[in-house]
């Protein structure tokens, strides 16, 4: 049976192009351990996103929003850990952390702007 599916799913399903042109460096190069790539900015871009969703849905809970949003985004992380080949280096972890902090200043954006 192929699973290619579940590994196609990390990159949202997105057609190849547009996910090398993602993977597009702004910051650092395949050597830095810290970078930043197109990626990243949909890191935060999906924190905003999400924000606004469950905002609509849990009226004013900022906190609780603010806590499954980052539930949600964890769950994704996890997702990403096992079904790609991520390398479990200072590079990876480092890449994981900045994906986080990035999503959760989105949220914050979104909840800072609807208080």
């Known amino acids: 049976m192929d699973l290619s599916f579940l590994r196609d799913s990390g990159g949202l399903f997105l057609p190849k192009p547009l ?7 702004v ?3 395949d050597s830095s351990t810290f970078y930043l790539t197109l ?3 949909l890191h935060f871009v999906s924190g905003l996103a ?9 009226k004013n809970r900022h906190l609780l929003v603010a806590i499954y949003a980052f539930i949600l985004h964890s769950l994704w992380e996890i997702w990403q850990l096992l ?3 991520t390398p479990r280096t200072t590079r990876g972890y ?6 986080t902090v990035l999503f959760m200043l989105g949220v914050i954006a979104v909840i800072t702007i609807r208080k």
């Open 83 to 85: 079904i790609t080949s």
């Open 50 to 58: 999400v924000t606004l969703y469950l905002s609509t849905v849990i």
């Open 94 to 99: 480092l890449d994981l952390f900045v994906d």
């Open 27 to 29: 910051v650092g190069d």
């Open 39 to 41: 990626w990243s900015g």
């Open 19 to 25: 996910q090398d042109f993602l993977g597009t460096y």
